[in-house]
């Protein structure tokens, strides 16, 4: 954002200058008090403070329209969130606004207009928004009222003693909404015993932090697929570049697991092998739930971070689903499965296929996004994005000193969490190793 002279300038990454733009042309007034700029699929959003406007502009500086040119007052920053809205700052207010709909929806204010002005907003991982306050200098947090009402949902996951009297504790956590709480550090929790605090209480691992992802591909055999065999064999390959490819499953009127792991050939000719599949793999009686299933349960066992990729054709013309019957597993037990296990679905798509609204359900109750294979940027972007999410799983241990009657004794465990005036607790108990 060039204020100075009321532009917008382009650059490349080595820093040579490519083109400018925001002047008066082509049907646009020219920029007064340009403030405010984001980037989005090939789309740039800049505000005017004085023209109390969004102007809409494609990545070559070409004007597409105004976004907003009512409701605000004093717009000065945007920031694109990773659900494609706008975080802009209008005076003392923070709005996240639908660049789709253009709705706007104000998250929160910050006293009186004139004695509060606010720069910049950031939303972090756990939805609160940070402001940074020019005239006061200070950066205040505001965090959702539903959500200090609520407190936190913990769970303890997993006791690990193999150990003992060191004990490794694997514990969730999470909001109202069952979102993870990423971020937090040793002073955020408390483990117990009996309701007197642990000793040498120390935070192993945080999952948030980890790039590590697990995949588990899902191909679908059925007629409509046979002629995708090749596409398949893209998919596939463009699949295993964006994480650890743990299984592929297909799912055929008895779905399997394919092994690509065969000896005597290279990790390519493996995958093409196991991508195109025996003609008689295919069948109009191809099941989706028991092949989802699978591929689910292959993971748990894996990386925190973890996503099953369906290949498919996606809906057919005149068709009412493109997933057939769910004769074991419904569509919601199914979507449940996903979500309690924070597994991630993707789906992508083959040939002109588009998503019905099975496959949007899954994607939108876990997550994750439906890609068409051929689409310019390649699928495995998007996917190895999966690295990026958000995790509430974290790791902790410490020694216990309680009696344990030679490994007789049940012993109790409690985790409380705190964070910014929340808080939550669960409780369990285990035995420890005989002696």
């Not at 403070?49 to 809409?56: G, M, N, P, R, V």
């Not at 490819?245 to 799912?251: H, Q, T, Y």
């Not at 779905?255 to 092998?273: H, K």
Request: some cysteine.
């Amino acid at each position: 954002m060039d204020y100075g002279n009321r532009r917008i300038s382009k650059f490349d990454p080595s820093g040579t200058f490519i083109l400018s733009f925001g002047i008066r042309k082509d049907g646009f007034q020219g920029f007064v008090s340009p403030t405010g700029i984001a980037a989005r699929n090939g789309r740039i959003y800049a505000a005017d403070s004085l023209l109390k406007q969004i102007f809409i502009f494609d990545r070559n500086g070409a004007y597409l329209g105004p976004l907003l040119h009512e409701s605000l007052s004093s717009p000065e920053s945007l920031r694109c969130l990773s659900d494609g809205k706008l975080l802009a700052v209008d005076g003392n207010r923070i709005l996240l606004i639908d660049p789709e709909t253009a709705i706007i929806r104000e998250l929160g204010s910050m006293g009186r207009s004139g004695n509060v002005r606010i720069t910049g907003a950031e939303m972090d991982m756990n939805g609160n928004v940070l402001a940074a306050d020019f005239n006061n200098g200070e950066v205040a947090i505001l965090t959702r009222i539903d959500d200090m009402a609520s407190g936190l949902f913990v769970e303890i996951t997993r006791i690990v003693t193999d150990d003992f009297p060191l004990v490794s504790v694997e514990l969730e956590v999470t909001d109202r909404l069952r979102r993870p709480v990423a971020g937090l550090d040793q002073r955020n929790f408390l483990l117990s015993e009996g309701g007197q605090a642990v000793s040498e209480q120390n935070l192993i691992s945080s999952y948030y932090r980890s790039e590590n992802t697990d995949l588990s591909i899902l191909l679908e055999r059925s007629p409509a697929t046979l002629p995708y065999r090749d596409d398949f064999i893209t998919a596939i390959r463009d699949i295993d570049a964006a994480g650890a490819l743990v299984s592929v499953i297909s799912a055929g009127e008895q779905p399997m697991r394919e092994n690509p792991a065969a000896s005597g050939a290279t990790q390519a000719a493996r995958l093409t092998a196991v991508a195109r599949g025996s003609t008689e793999a295919f069948s109009s009686r191809w099941r989706f739930d028991l092949g989802l299933r699978l591929a689910a349960t292959d993971l748990l066992a894996g990386e925190k971070k973890r996503a099953v990729v369906f290949v498919g054709a996606g809906l057919a013309p005149g068709a009412s689903s493109s997933l057939g019957s769910f004769e074991q597993y419904s569509l919601s037990e199914l979507a449940a499965y996903l979500s309690n296990n924070n597994i991630v679905f993707y789906a992508v798509m083959l040939g002109s296929g588009v998503p019905g609204g099975d496959i949007r359900y899954l994607c939108e109750e876990t997550g994750g996004r439906y890609l068409s294979l051929y689409r310019e940027e390649g699928i495995t972007g998007e996917i190895r994005s999966l690295r990026e999410k958000s995790s509430g799983v974290y790791v902790l241990n410490y020694r216990s000193h309680l009696p344990t009657d030679f490994g007789r004794e049940y012993l109790p465990l409690e985790a409380e969490v705190y964070l910014m005036e929340r808080s939550g607790r669960d409780s369990t108990g285990y035995f420890p190793p005989l002696e």
